[in-house]
């Protein structure tokens, strides 16, 4: 078939966009990547014969272009505001009680949108007859840096906006994120080729947008959720986050209408429990009047409108000042440097040490003892120290250097070319032995309760256990009469150590302590094998999805090891059976029912989701049929959910979806 090129460039802008909105912001590809590139290349070569013929929308010019000077500020067609803040639940119920009033609704419930609160880059995206025409930063509020070129090659932003009846003028104001997942893999990066690790995320984000090089951003992964439109009027906020996500737009997964105090209470408290389940970083949630009308009566202050109000979260970063470093063996022999630090709240803990992770990133950061530091903790992951306050020095803090021989067992520290990790390599060293007992019982391996840090020395002392499978040769008698060790404690301990004989084959495998065998590899292997005896039968796994050859090699080094082979023997005969990987179940939840999953999950990735529900005794299809019972529907979900809706299945949001699984 023979066009005019004007045409096929047209023709091939459209399908490309299709493609990549269905790739990036759907989830469902309906083509592979090679035939994705095909048609890009005869894009490429079209628009290289023909350079007049390059269009502003073109999937092309994502790609970058070139370096610039600095960058131009302009001014924002309407100031960009700010959101006045609700710390607790107490300062919400304040505002609640405020718009109340101000609308002069008390008593009757009053509907709010609630979304996350982005904690990244805003930006303002203008779209010129459905076309992307210029981003800016925040900036002042009043003008912004022109970022259009980088902003381009962010892949969640449409080029040119989807659907119909697009006004002319269009601006779509929203937040960059950069994923977490990405972010330490970024750091790791930077370390090695000599720049400074990023603190956070929305550093990375931001640092990122701000490439004067926009083929520099284009590496980097960067997602845009929008959050208001300008231009195109709706009767509720909700319905336009709607309008977004017909545009092509990634909005906040989350986003629902919630209905009085009480829900918008609750949903506040759900949304500080989950917040470490997400993607990207939030600080909070915000909840915005969801009456458009209303929303005008109530009006702005100075920089902030009436009608809104960003609920923040518990802060994950603090101040403090670092006294000193010392250095803990871990199970493997790995060497980490811990920072002692003024104890101080983050995230709701007291916190007073924190990793350093090892020596590069000490001297990278340039951290030295009597530094004030910045301090961060996400959730369950262990504080770390982000960064040094440098303007905070006054000449009295000290370098440090890492020590040459262990500080447990005095044996030389080794350090391998492609480790960036010291370890102290003797097999006999009181801290790994300790170290792998505490792994070993720790909740999500073996789960013994009772088996801390605290109980496990004193055992240790007291001869009671030698190494691991020791654990189930300890004799009651002489526990029960240990200081400070009563008849009942010595009891509930041995059940606990009764019951580890026969957890999930997974948690078995997490528990040997392999290196690079965390949570997720061990849930693999056991998918893989499913019986002990297989796994340890096993010197092949390179084949297996998602095990590397890194991995493969270290459990291959773990099976052949003598050591390792008469410790597996000891605990079989002591009666440790895990249970065989079939025999899994974590309930009943979906039993009997065919669950579609359509739409971008923030949460999870699809296999994982796909994985919770098998778990929980229910079935996945890719297609909606009148079998089908359930369907879960995430961002911008497409002509499933259509159908779905259409043969009267229920259909789930993320949301309702994560309570389930719960
Ligand atoms: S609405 C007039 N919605 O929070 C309403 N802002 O202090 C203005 N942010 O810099 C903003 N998530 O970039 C809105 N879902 C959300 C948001 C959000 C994050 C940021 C925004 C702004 C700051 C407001």
């Given amino acids: 078939m023979t066009q005019e090129p004007e045409n096929r460039i047209a023709a091939l802008i459209a399908e490309l966009h299709d493609h990549a909105h269905r790739y990036y912001v759907l989830n469902q590809p309906s083509i592979s990547d090679a035939q994705y590139d095909a048609l890009f290349r005869e894009l490429e070569e079209l628009e290289r014969t023909h350079p007049n013929l390059v269009r502003g929308d073109s999937p092309t010019q994502r790609v970058g272009a070139a370096v610039r000077a600095g960058f131009e500020t302009r001014k924002h067609r309407e100031p960009m505001l700010s959101?006045?803040?609700?710390?607790?639940?107490?300062?919400?119920?304040?505002?609640?009680?405020?718009?109340?009033?101000?609308?002069?609704?008390?008593?009757?419930?009053?509907?709010?949108?609630?979304?996350?609160?982005?904690?990244?880059?805003?930006?303002?995206?203008?779209?010129?007859r459905e076309v992307l025409a210029q981003a800016l930063t925040r900036g002042d509020g009043e003008?912004?840096?022109?970022?259009?070129?980088?902003?381009?090659?962010?892949?969640?932003?449409?080029?040119?906006?989807?659907?119909?009846?697009?006004?002319?003028?269009?601006?779509?104001?929203?937040?960059?994120?950069?994923?977490?997942?990405?972010?330490?893999?970024?750091?790791?990066?930077?370390?090695?080729?000599?720049?400074?690790?990023?603190?956070?995320?929305?550093?990375?984000?931001?640092g990122s947008l701000r490439q004067l090089d926009s083929h520099e951003t284009a590496g980097r992964p960067l997602s845009f959720f929008a959050y208001s439109l300008l231009g195109v009027s709706s009767t509720s906020h909700f319905e336009s986050l709607k309008t977004l996500a017909n545009f092509g737009f990634l909005i906040s997964p989350i986003a629902k209408v919630v209905s009085g105090l009480e829900e918008m209470r609750r949903t506040y408290q759900h949304g500080i429990e989950t917040r470490h389940a997400l993607a990207y970083d939030i600080d909070g949630l915000v909840f915005k009047l969801n009456d458009v009308a209303l929303q005008g009566k109530l009006g702005y202050r100075q920089r902030s409108p009436r009608w809104a109000i960003a609920a923040k979260f518990p802060p994950e970063e603090a101040f403090t000042t670092l006294r000193g470093i010392t250095i803990q063996t871990g199970r493997t022999g790995a060497l980490t440097p811990v920072a002692e630090l003024d104890p101080v709240a983050v995230g709701g803990v007291m916190v007073s040490r924190a990793t350093l992770h090892n020596e590069e990133m000490i001297r990278r950061k340039d951290i030295r003892i009597g530094d004030r530091v910045v301090v961060r903790r996400q959730g369950d992951v262990i504080p770390a120290v982000a960064a040094v306050v440098v303007s905070a020095r006054n000449g009295t803090e000290r370098a440090w250097s890492f020590p040459t021989a262990c500080p447990v067992c005095g044996a030389a520290i080794t350090r391998s070319e492609d480790d960036a990790v010291q370890r102290c390599d003797n097999r006999e060293c009181g801290a790994k032995r300790i170290g792998r007992i505490l792994h070993y019982a720790?909740?999500?391996?073996?789960?013994i309760e009772g088996l801390g840090e605290k109980s496990v020395e004193t055992l240790l002392?007291?001869?009671?256990?030698?190494?691991?499978?020791?654990?189930?040769?300890?004799?009651?008698?002489?526990?029960?009469?240990?200081?400070?060790?009563g008849e009942l404690s010595a009891k509930k301990l041995l059940a606990a150590i009764e019951k580890s004989k026969h957890i999930p084959l997974h948690r078995f495998i997490f528990a040997l302590g392999i290196r690079h065998v965390g949570e997720r590899n061990a849930e693999v292997l056991a998918r893989e094998f499913k019986t002990l005896e297989a796994f340890l039968a096993a010197r092949s796994f390179e084949s297996i999805n998602d095990i590397g050859p890194e991995t493969a090699a270290s459990i291959i080094e773990f099976l052949n090891d003598s050591a390792e082979q008469r410790m597996l023997a000891r605990l079989a005969a002591l009666g440790v059976a895990p249970q065989p990987y079939e025999a899994l179940s974590l309930g009943d939840t979906f039993a009997g029912k065919t669950v579609v999953l359509t739409g971008t999950l923030?949460?999870?990735?699809?296999?994982?989701?796909?994985?919770?529900?098998?778990?929980?005794?229910?079935?996945?299809?890719?297609?909606?049929?009148?079998?089908?019972?359930?369907?879960?529907?995430?961002?911008?979900a497409g002509s499933k959910l259509d159908k779905a809706r259409e043969l009267g299945i229920t259909v789930l949001s993320e949301s309702e979806f994560l309570e389930m699984l719960q």
């Fill in 442 to 447: 720790a909740r999500s391996a073996a789960d």
């Fill in 143 to 206: 003008n912004g840096e022109v970022i259009t070129d980088n902003v381009r090659t962010i892949n969640s932003v449409p080029l040119r906006l989807r659907g119909e009846n697009v006004p002319d003028l269009v601006e779509v104001r929203g937040e960059v994120l950069f994923l977490r997942s990405a972010f330490d893999a970024l750091n790791a990066e930077r370390i090695a080729t000599g720049d400074d690790p990023f603190v956070n995320p929305r550093n990375a984000a931001s």
């Fill in 602 to 636: 923030s949460t999870m990735s699809r296999p994982d989701a796909e994985a919770k529900i098998k778990a929980l005794g229910g079935k996945t299809s890719g297609s909606v049929s009148k079998k089908t019972s359930l369907i879960v529907a995430g961002a911008e």
């Fill in 461 to 485: 002392k007291h001869n009671l256990i030698t190494d691991l499978p020791s654990i189930y040769e300890i004799d009651h008698e002489a526990l029960s009469k240990l200081p400070s060790w």
């Fill in 83 to 128: 959101l006045n803040n609700a710390m607790d639940e107490h300062e919400l119920t304040e505002f609640y009680q405020q718009v109340e009033k101000l609308a002069a609704m008390q008593g009757a419930p009053i509907e709010f949108c609630v979304e996350h609160k982005f904690d990244g880059v805003a930006c303002s995206l203008t779209y010129e």
